[in-house]
T-cell receptor, first 113, second 113 residues
C-alpha cells in the first residue's frame, strides 16, 4: 500500500507570496491532518479534514487554510507569507481520525526569504 | 490545559546500553490517547505505539517497551540494547477530547557506536 505523499518536497518563496501544498493520503483513509514543525515551536496542529469537512482547527491565523477533495486528497494554502512561516509542513492520514493512528508523509520544507 | 512534557532534550548513550525516554502529560479528559513517534534524520514521523487511557498494561515490542502509569501521568519509553539505527528524535503526543494531537518537544537520542 502506498504511503502518504506530499508535494512538493521543497519550496522557496518570498515574503508576501502565497503557497499551496498538497497531500495524498493512504488509500481508504478519510482523515487528513496538517502540522507545522519549527525548531522554536516544535510540532503544532494546523487543522484536520474528514470527508471534505474541516473537523478541527489549531491556533493559527486565517492566512492558513486548507481543503479536502472527494478523493481525500488535501491541500493547504498559506497566503501573504511571512518569514516565520518557514517550517516543515507535515501531513498525516488516518482511517477515521480522532484518536487513531496517524501516518505521516515526508513533509514539505518551506523556506520564506 | 492539555500539555505534554519531555524534559530530556537530548540523550547520548553508547550502543547496547538501555535508555529510557520520559513523557509526562496533563489532561482533564478521562478518555485520551497517548502516542510515541520517531523522527529519523530523513524527517518523516514514524508511528511507534498508541495507548488509550483505559489500558494501563505495559507493552513490549522487540527491543522497545512502554510503561504507562496514570497515577503519575507518565508514558515512558525504553529501548533495550540500543543500536545506532535508533538515533532519532522521539516525540510523545496526547490526543485530546477534540482529537488534536498535542506534542511534546521531543527528545533527541544519539546512539554512539
Amino acid at each position: 500500500k502506498a504511503g502518504v505523499t506530499q508535494t512538493p518536497r521543497y519550496l522557496i518563496k518570498t515574503r508576501g507570496q502565497q503557497v499551496t501544498l498538497s497531500c495524498s493520503p493512504i488509500s481508504g483513509h478519510r482523515s487528513v491532518s496538517w502540522y507545522q514543525q519549527t525548531p522554536g515551536q516544535g510540532l503544532q496542529f494546523l487543522f484536520e479534514y474528514f470527508s471534505e469537512t474541516q473537523r478541527n482547527k489549531g491556533n493559527f491565523p486565517g492566512r492558513f487554510s486548507g481543503r479536502q477533495f472527494s478523493n481525500s486528497r488535501s491541500e493547504m494554502n498559506v497566503s501573504t507569507l511571512e518569514l516565520g512561516d518557514s517550517a516543515l509542513y507535515l501531513c498525516a492520514s488516518s482511517l477515521v481520525g480522532g484518536g487513531g493512528e496517524q501516518f505521516f508523509g515526508p513533509g514539505t520544507r518551506l523556506t520564506v526569504l | 490545559a492539555q500539555k505534554v512534557t519531555q524534559a530530556q532534550t537530548e540523550i547520548s548513550v553508547v550502543e547496547k546500553e538501555d535508555v529510557t525516554l520520559d513523557c509526562v502529560y496533563e489532561t482533564r479528559d478521562t478518555t485520551y490517547y497517548l502516542f510515541w513517534y520517531k523522527q529519523p534524520p530523513s524527517g518523516e514521523l514514524v508511528f511507534l505505539i498508541r495507548r488509550n487511557s483505559f489500558d494501563e498494561q505495559n507493552e513490549i515490542s522487540g527491543r522497545y517497551s512502554w510503561n504507562f502509569q496514570k497515577s503519575t501521568s507518565s508514558f515512558n519509553f525504553t529501548i533495550t540494547a540500543s543500536q545506532v539505527v535508533d538515533s532519532a528524535v522521539y516525540f510523545c503526543a496526547l490526543s485530546d477530547s477534540n482529537y488534536q494531537l498535542i506534542w511534546g518537544a521531543g527528545t533527541k537520542l544519539i546512539i554512539k557506536p
